[in-house]
Nanobody, 121 residues
């Protein structure tokens, strides 16, 4: 059974920094894309940043230049370094992974349980 577990959320003042981490566990054959989404109250979940197995990255326009995504393919982890945080970055951040399970070699989408990030003004 594949699971994604996030850590690192919390409360920070505007201009501060936080680092989110996500570890995928279980019988994993291959990790393809990994990334982070967020959902603010009353809004739809949106992509924050993604990274492929070749380390090609993609960022939402609102976080470019402030957030950096990285991954360790061998450890099946993905991190999100968030700098110069703004109140509008507040939300629940979800780790995402498109992974192939070693059980059946099928690729599927997996989500973490979410971690709260609150940025005060």
């Amino acid at each position: 059974q594949v699971q994604l577990v996030e850590s690192g959320g919390g409360l920070v003042q505007a201009g501060g920094s936080l680092r989110l981490s996500c570890a995928a566990s279980g019988r994993i054959f291959r990790t393809n894309v990994m990334g982070w989404y967020r959902q603010a109250p009353g809004k739809q979940r949106e992509l924050v940043a993604g990274i492929t197995s070749e380390r090609s990255t993609d960022y939402a326009d609102t976080v470019k230049g402030r957030f950096t995504i990285s991954r360790d393919t061998a450890k099946n982890t993905v991190d999100l370094q968030m700098n110069n945080l703004k109140p509008e970055d507040t939300g629940v951040y979800y780790c995402y992974g498109k992974l192939a399970s070693a059980t059946n070699l099928r690729t599927a989408d997996y989500w973490g349980q979410g971690t709260q990030v609150t940025v005060s003004s």
